[in-house]
């Protein structure tokens, strides 16, 4: 009987302790599913708020002023408020920017002319070459990239440079920059005899190769003033198409709230006053071969630079 009471006391136990550790399970169950909403709460906002910051701090409206495809006979003008860069330099009257902004235009250069010069830039770089995406080639100072580091072409091949480039070249490279010269100087109202070619004025070879010195680093936004000091006015020669010959390699002039892209095409001048109401970079080209020049402009004739001439 003890035996039998014992034995109905311990089931009665056994109950309660199953009924406890049930209520117990329920309850931890309770506490996941309440843990894993507070979780998924808590992720949901932090997105929210990432996606919130993203939106409201980057440059998220793209617009293209010139696309590839159209063809501008006339230039293109917008017009900025000029930045006070200006006044930290000598000011040159009929030159020194007072009214900036940027222009566009497709009728300064052929389109003949435009693959002329790719063909001087090409068999220029074939001598040499940036190890990385970037190449460049200076026909005034004659440096050229090659590997990581510069050559001067005109020491490093003296005589033989004239199996490369023919007077023929050299004309029509100053011919176009004092058609862009002139072009800058009308559209901005401006003296072109008080305008003069300044360093560096360069071609530009990209392609998709990844970046092996600072130097390849062609894709930073910058300001042509401040990084190059005796820039006014910038101008930029396509020699190859965009989505035709390259992908991605846009120029992107960056405003507060915008980017404003010019796409290139063999033969486009696209110009701009230098300071900072132009800052801008050039999008990475993720395939093919993109070919420019870089014709700069200052005010100041002490940082004058004389057109190139063949030795
Ligand atoms: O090649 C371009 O489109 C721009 C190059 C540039 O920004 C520069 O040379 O300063
Ligand atoms: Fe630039």
Known sequence: MAVQRRGNVKNSDSKAIEKKIKRANAQRQTFTWR???????????????????????????????????????????????????????KQFPG???????RAVIDSVVTKEEAQALRRLAERGLSLGGSDGGASILDLHSGAL????????????????IRE??????FTLYRDVRGRIQRVIAETFGLDSSQMYLT???FFSHINSTSAKTTHDEYWHP????????SFDYTSLLYLTDYGVDFGGGRFIFMDPNSNRTVEPRAGRVSFFS???????????????????ITVSFTCDPDHAIADPTLP
């Open 35 to 89: 843990g894993f909403i507070i979780v998924l709460l808590l992720l949901t906002g932090s997105s929210a708020v990432v996606i919130w910051l993203y939106m409201s701090l980057s440059d998220d409206v793209t617009e293209t002023l010139v696309s590839r495809r159209e063809v501008l006979t006339e230039p293109r003008l917008f017009l900025v408020q000029c930045s006070e860069d200006y006044e930290n330099y």
């Open 95 to 101: 030159c020194t920017p007072k009214k900036c902004g």
């Open 145 to 160: 990239s090659m590997g990581k580091k510069f050559v001067n072409i005109y020491r490093y091949f003296s005589d033989q």
């Open 164 to 169: 490369v480039f023919t007077e023929e070249d």
């Open 199 to 201: 360093k560096p004025t």
């Open 222 to 229: 910058h300001i042509d003033k401040v990084t190059y000091g």
């Open 274 to 292: 230098s300071g900072s109401e132009n800052l801008h970079r050039v999008e990475k080209v993720v395939w093919g071969t993109r070919y420019a």
